[in-house]
């Protein structure tokens, strides 16, 4: 890995190189999504099942658009009891995080009013999940068992078939295990059109959550106002905050552990430690050499990894926040108080043994996290990304009587008479 010094001129082109990845760089894909949306929306089921034929070679038609029960008891037989056995346990871990998010309606009574906020869960949730060449089952029960815990009536799932138009084995058993409703053999731009509008076969959701490919990234912004998205999501990212104390070997196989996801992903150490750098450095290059992934890991290094020598852990912990990452691992001397300074990531890995792994499959935090510097101002996904949140308010008169004038003025102030004759017409009828 590259390995440079800190500085204005180090750090100003590691952020250029970050930002090619963002979604607003494809203007060809941007196009393509376009049409894909406008066809499927005009032309419903008779576009998506083309465009399945397109780009999946699967003959998809209304017949065989939904997983069915035989398809379902086939997964179940082919998929190894053990990995059953771990699909179960991660989701008891991920749902019992995610019970600890849930929110309650409130109310207050002061002076005649009762104000309040009532907390209700969104009806129909669309979540999508990539296919192709991998399956990532971890993804469907991150995106399923929080709408499932915010109390989400129906949850749907679109996921690409194969040629065979059959869905990914562990990919079907994982929703069936998480308490997906109905699962639609459909992938890329046009499935997310299908659950953004709707198509005579797949009832239009509100909203879509789940990761994919760029087509896919740019589609869940086009739709978004016609439903609700949970982020545009950019390649996967890691960076390491680590001091002397830091174990090299850990610190490089953490790196890889992200670099093996796409060419885009990015793997940043940044580290008072110009030891470590360098024993990171060899370590990569060891472990890189053995691994399946090698090729995308070093296309993905070579474009997007850097290793960062800072003066001081100060000036580190500020790069980081400039950063803000997706993933963030600190192996420091007193990795907690570390983390008590850093304002933008993710999710936070703190110590030697909290390899981002962890995160990603059992710990039971969410994995859906702000990617392309978002996070510092988006969050990982959770339980409040399936509810909504409704004012209640209630007044008697005699708490409107001791309001209506300050209201009337406040009203008058912003040129609005119609607001102040409303609240006004309850004490006098001489208004105008």
């Known amino acids: 890995m590259e390995i440079r010094k800190l500085n204005e001129e180090s750090f100003g082109r590691l952020l250029k190189d970050m930002l090619k990845r963002s979604p607003d760089s494809y203007p060809v894909q941007e196009a393509?999504?376009?049409e894909i949306l406008h066809n499927v929306r005009k032309s419903g089921d008779a576009a998506l099942f083309e465009y399945t034929r397109k780009f999946d070679g699967a003959d998809i038609c209304p017949d065989n658009f939904i997983v069915s029960k035989e398809e379902e008891r086939e997964a179940y037989e082919k998929t190894d009891p053990a990995l059953l056995d771990v699909i179960r346990k991660a989701i008891q871990r991920i749902r019992v995080f995610h019970e600890h998010e849930k929110q309650k309606s409130w109310f207050m009574t002061e002076d005649g009013m009762v104000l309040g906020q009532r907390v209700?869960?969104?009806?129909?949730?669309?979540?999508?999940?990539p296919g192709g060449k991998a399956a990532y089952p971890s993804s469907v029960l991150m995106n399923v068992i929080p709408a499932q815990v915010a109390g989400v009536d129906d949850i749907v799932m679109c996921t690409p078939p194969g040629k065979d138009g059959k869905i990914s084995k562990t990919t079907l058993v994982a929703a069936r295990e998480a308490g997906v409703g109905t699962i639609y053999k459909a992938g890329g731009a046009q499935a997310i059109a299908a659950m953004a509008y709707g198509t005579e076969s797949l009832p239009k959701v509100d909203k879509i959550t789940g990761p994919g490919n760029i087509y896919v990234a740019l589609a869940k912004k086009a739709v978004y106002g016609h439903v609700s998205i949970d982020s545009v999501a950019g390649p996967s990212e890691i960076t390491v905050l680590a001091d002397e104390t830091a174990n090299s070997r850990y610190v490089?196989?953490?790196?890889?552990?992200?670099?093996e996801h796409d060419e885009l992903a990015s793997a940043i150490l940044v580290t008072t430690s110009e030891?470590?750098?360098?024993?990171?450095?060899?370590?990569?290059?060891?472990?890189?050499?053995?691994l399946e992934r090698k090729e995308i890991i070093r296309k993905s290094l070579d474009s997007f990894g850097r290793i960062l020598v800072a003066d001081s852990m100060d000036e580190a912990i500020r790069a980081v926040n400039e950063i803000a990452p997706e993933h963030l691992e600190v192996v420091t001397r007193d990795p907690f108080l570390m983390m008590t300074k850093i304002r933008n990531a993710g999710a936070i890995f703190i110590g030697s043994h909290s390899s981002e792994p962890l995160g990603d499959y059992f710990a039971g935090p969410n994995h859906v996290l702000p990617t392309n510097g978002t996070a510092r101002f988006f969050s990982a996904l959770s339980v409040d990304d399936f509810i909504k949140k409704t004012?209640?308010?209630?007044?008697?008169?005699d708490a409107l009587a001791g309001l209506h004038e300050d209201i009337e003025a406040f009203a008058k102030a912003e040129g609005l008479t119609a607001h102040a004759n409303s609240v006004?017409?309850?004490?006098?009828?001489?208004?105008?």
């Open 252 to 259: 490089a196989a953490d790196l890889l552990s992200q670099a």
């Open 120 to 129: 209700t869960p969104l009806a129909r949730v669309g979540v999508y999940v």
């Open 275 to 290: 030891d470590l750098a360098k024993k990171v450095s060899e370590e990569v290059e060891a472990f890189t050499a053995v």
């Open 424 to 432: 006004h017409v309850r004490f006098e009828q001489d208004y105008f």
């Open 32 to 34: 393509a999504v376009a």
């Open 391 to 397: 004012s209640i308010i209630y007044s008697s008169r």
